[in-house]
């Protein structure tokens, strides 16, 4: 399967209405030093919060299954934003001023770390796609 980086989006767009998004564009080349963060925003006026939790279960199932890497999914009150657990611990810190130091760090402990986590998109949006069937 060819890996887009939208995945999830495609999928959420199945089963919700969103007012905004932002997904990482995967590009061979570059995957390597990217982070795999994915943002999006429900449209709270067509879509019911019920539907949100029962999508926000469906993801966090996908997260406990067959990962490449530890996921972190969290709502900020406005947006939710689902994020390699490292690349979220490590901009906590404050140590880094932009996503690119975070990105930067990431690769020099663990240089295929963003690979895999580019790999994990799609398990991750077929495993919700599998449970919002259900």
Known sequence: MKISGREIIDVLEKYSVLDWYRYPNYVEDSAARRSA????RFDAQRTNSE???LIES??????SSAVNVEWDLRYNG???ILAPEVFVQLE???KFKKESEVCEKIIRDFPS???LAFDD???IANA???AMRC
């Open 78 to 80: 406005r947006n939710w």
């Open 113 to 115: 770390f963003f690979s």
């Open 37 to 40: 963060t994915v943002v999006w």
């Open 58 to 63: 469906a993801i966090r199932s996908a997260l």
């Open 128 to 130: 919700v796609e599998e």
């Open 121 to 123: 998109l799609p398990l």
């Open 51 to 53: 539907r949100i939790t």
């Open 92 to 94: 906590l810190t404050g």
